[in-house]
């Protein structure tokens, strides 16, 4: 695929991801913060789910999306996919921040600590670390090739974080509960379920808008880029 | 350029309006007073007192007798009654709770019909205020960036040549 | 010739391996054992008494009692296995409530006591509203003693 078409796509269709985001996570904020219950343990704190749950879950696609988009560009090369996988790691890198921000928020009032050294949210910041750790590894690159391989392949070590984040609360004793919504079922009552879907929902497409939007920056910051250098060294001959 | 900033700017006020009618509804019904303040000002009609019950006073109501304890904060403490029920056992000492009812003048006390746990919404805001409104701007300026580099492009005619290619 | 570039390109390339360096060869959910369970506590070796640990378990029904006069609470934890008392001095969590989880930081001795200077609530992962808990209403749910992973 050519990359003008590629971003011709991307500009026609952004702008409904961009709407149903904004209309799912309205409904979510009012349904969280308006109309739904407290909850009969943790009280009204329980709204920090409806903001933390989405952010999490949305870290986690991100990076599943750096992780596909890392395999498609070293069975394609094509310097959109690398455009593509630089995108979904910055995302992934802010939806990271924010997930460990609104838990350590969420955690204070419910377990009495900011942070613990628990298996989750150890397994969490590790995928920090990776993030930061790609990000810096593609500014210290300065052949095009050469960063998107390298860091196609440092993304797709990192990807083994991932099923152990999920199972962590699962396999090991952890402070952070075991999984709402699991094999066992739901057990979040309806009330609360609504907001909680809609967020989950909400903040998802929202990524992908956001990993549009971004997608098209790096595409349009490395062709300018690119031609501005050649503009330049054509004047200069 | 100019659409751009209309949409945000129509986004910032709808949030925003919204935004202060949540305050000027926390203002007039979840918004909390001290036991310090009500013992030394008074206060009128139903309020909702948040304190931790003192250690040492709390005396469960059986029979018919209305559950008692000291409420303290700010350095005050001022005596509750509260003739509910405590359905799951939810009271104990050395605990933050909201006692929502009317206080009494002339007998020195609270008269509390319903108690809830500290809603925290200082912890709520600032999960939400953390989250969306570094989530907004990130959006903002990035959506900027991209409308200036089309517009840049635009000029400098390095896409159209691209597209000819 | 190392440069800046290279120092910094390996840098990046050792976070991201110590990371997951961790995850794969310090057997991290072994070593990671964010707590210890009362039936572990019980069986502990003198050596280890007195030393900084966490125990998690399940705030015994009816069984917390707070010393008037001071800020120290005794309560019963257990596993479902074993029960151990916790004396405890602080003002303890909102949500530390009996029959729920908590886990407890502090030392065991051979006074046959944990005690405790901090206490964490831990919650299950079940939501629902009051009126609906009060209706007996009750999800499938892992539970907060299988939590525990007591062997």
Known sequence: MTATRFIGILRKY??????????????????????????????????????????????????????????????????????????????????????????????????????????RLTSFAIMFLTLVGYLMLRTFLDDVEKRATFAAILAIIGFIDLPIIHFSVEWWRSLHQPLSVSTRGVSIAPDMLVPFALMSF????????????????????????????RFLSEAEL | MKRLYIRWTVLVLIFGSITCLGILRYDREVKTVSPAKVSSEGAKGELRLLGMIEAGSFVRGVEGKPTRFMLSGEGAKVAVVFSGKDEDESLRELKTIVALGKWETERKQFDASELALDPNYGFVTSAYVFSLIPLAFFLFYMERRVSLLYVMIKEEKVYQSETQA | MISGKKIGMVGSIAIVVLGLGYLALGNFGEN???????????????????????????????????????????????????????????????LFKEGKGAVVEGYWDKDGIFHSHMIMAKHEEDYMPLEMKQAGVEFETKGLLKTLKVN
Not at chain 1, 99 to 104: K, P, R, S, Y
Not at chain 1, 211 to 224: A, F, G, K, N, S
Request: glycine residues 8%; proline residues 4%.
């Open chain 1, 14 to 119: 952004e702008k409904w991801f961009g709407i149903v985001a904004l209309i799912l996570i309205s409904a979510g904020l009012y349904t969280g913060l308006v109309t739904s219950s407290a909850d009969y343990f943790q009280g009204e704190v329980v709204r920090i789910m409806y903001v933390h749950v989405p952010f999490a879950q949305t870290a986690m696609l991100a990076y599943s999306t750096l992780f596909f988009c890392s395999i498609w560009y070293l069975w394609k090369r094509d310097a959109i996919v690398d455009n593509a996988c630089h995108a979904a790691a910055g995302l992934a890198l802010f939806f990271t921040a924010g997930g460990l921000i609104t838990g350590a928020i969420w955690g204070k009032p419910t377990w009495n600590a900011w942070w613990v050294w628990d298996p």
């Open chain 1, 202 to 229: 909400g903040v998802g497409i929202l990524f992908t808008y956001m990993l549009m939007v971004r997608t098209q920056l790096l595409y349009l910051e490395h062709l300018l880029e690119a031609k501005q250098g």
């Open chain 3, 32 to 94: 990671l054992v964010y707590f210890m369970t009362p039936s572990e506590v019980v069986t502990l070796e003198t050596d280890r008494y007195g030393k900084k640990m966490r125990v998690a378990g399940m705030v015994v029904k009816a069984s917390m009692k707070i010393v008037p006069e001071t800020l120290k609470i005794n309560f019963d934890l257990t596993d479902g296995m074993e029960t151990i008392p916790v004396l405890f001095e602080g003002i303890p969590p909102d």
